[in-house]
């Protein structure tokens, strides 16, 4: 059967593309049935899969992505960089495989699965869940995908402890242990979180360059503070004696000794807290905020103190009035209440 000019023309065009004759056909007959036999269709399909196509081959791999993620975070502080930089390694570690999926083609599910194998408590894989979204929105900026996929993972609820605050004999036993444990060393820092509510990891930052001794005030500059606000707390009486014989530090000298976790954990292991009456961490900050509104009875002025944007927070999980006593000796009085 003798073919007519077309048929050969066309035959001559399909052999010109160096694919298989009979696949270059089935393929056209493919796009012609998606485009419902419309060629202008099939021309916009094979335009816009093209273009697809060009997107799926712009990505890079998990691993790449989170690289990205840290060199946009270079001017955060040191701690959010190193609790970052841990959360992607155990992500990874838990997920051999994630390291080298392209984040184009990831989906939600997935993101969730590897969630769940990494992270056990609804704690743990909030923090994780929200360091995978910080990489897919790095990604998405660089135009690597399209979408966060992380962004539809559910974030599990998570039960708040109460926390309780420390009683006025635990308070004087604590500062007693403050004054014995290593000449003293830790007693700055635990006067500082007691009677200031400053935050343990801020407490850290802090050098007696922080300290204004002629305003009788302590500083939380914004590159310290957990919020990224800085604030000025004002130090109380009980405060300033504690602190009377620091006046003389040099400025760079920072407020925790040197090895401060163990000399913490030490201390208020000695103190009375053990195994069967664990140490809350954040038990200082909680009884500083009760004593504080017990005495001054101003939520603004505690609001500022603590370094929250409204008193909301205040309200329904820091402060705890049952175990309050004497709180005009807490301020006024000798440290402890005595």
Not at 107 to 114: D, G, I, K, L, N
Not at 192 to 197: E, F, K, S, T
Not at 310 to 315: G, T, Y
């Amino acid at each position: 059967m003798m073919m007519s000019d077309k048929e050969q023309a066309a035959l001559a065009v399909l052999r010109s593309t160096g694919a298989d004759v009979l696949e270059a056909a089935l393929i056209a007959k493919e796009a012609l049935t998606a485009a419902k036999g419309q060629l202008k269709r099939a021309k916009l399909c094979i335009r816009l899969g093209g273009e697809e196509l060009a997107k799926r081959e712009r990505t890079v791999s998990f691993a790449k992505a989170v690289e990205a993620a840290l060199e946009a975070r270079k001017g955060r502080r040191a701690r959010t960089q190193t609790d970052f930089r841990y959360v992607c390694k155990r992500l990874m570690a838990r997920n051999p495989e994630l390291g080298s999926r392209r984040v184009r083609s990831m989906t939600a599910r997935e993101c969730e699965r590897y969630l769940a194998t990494a992270f056990e408590t609804p704690q743990q894989f909030r923090k994780g869940r929200a360091v995978m979204s910080g990489v897919f929105s790095t990604a998405v900026r660089n135009e690597w995908c399209d979408v966060n996929p992380v962004a539809k993972v559910a974030v599990p609820p998570v039960q708040e402890h109460e926390v309780g605050i420390l009683k006025p004999s635990e308070i004087k036993q604590l500062l007693e242990t403050a004054k014995s444990y290593e000449s003293g060393a830790c007693l700055p820092a635990v006067g500082v979180m007691l009677y200031a509510g400053i935050r343990p990891h801020e407490v850290t930052r802090l050098t007696y360059n922080d300290v204004d001794w002629e305003n009788g005030s302590i500083t939380i500059r914004a590159r310290h503070s957990k919020t990224g606000g800085a604030r000025r707390v004002d130090m109380a009486p009980p405060l300033l004696r504690l602190l009377s014989g620091c006046r003389d530090k040099p400025g760079h000298e920072p407020l925790c000794p040197k090895r401060w976790a163990r000399h913490w954990a030490e201390l208020h292991s000695r103190a009375g807290w053990t195994a069967e009456k664990p140490w809350q961490p954040d038990i200082l900050r909680h009884t500083f905020a009760s004593y504080h509104l017990q005495y001054h009875r101003d939520y603004s002025a505690l609001q500022w103190a603590m370094g929250h944007r409204d008193a909301s927070l205040l309200r329904t999980r820091y402060v705890d009035l049952r175990d309050v006593a004497d709180a005009a000796r807490f301020w006024e009085g000798e440290e402890g209440g005595r």
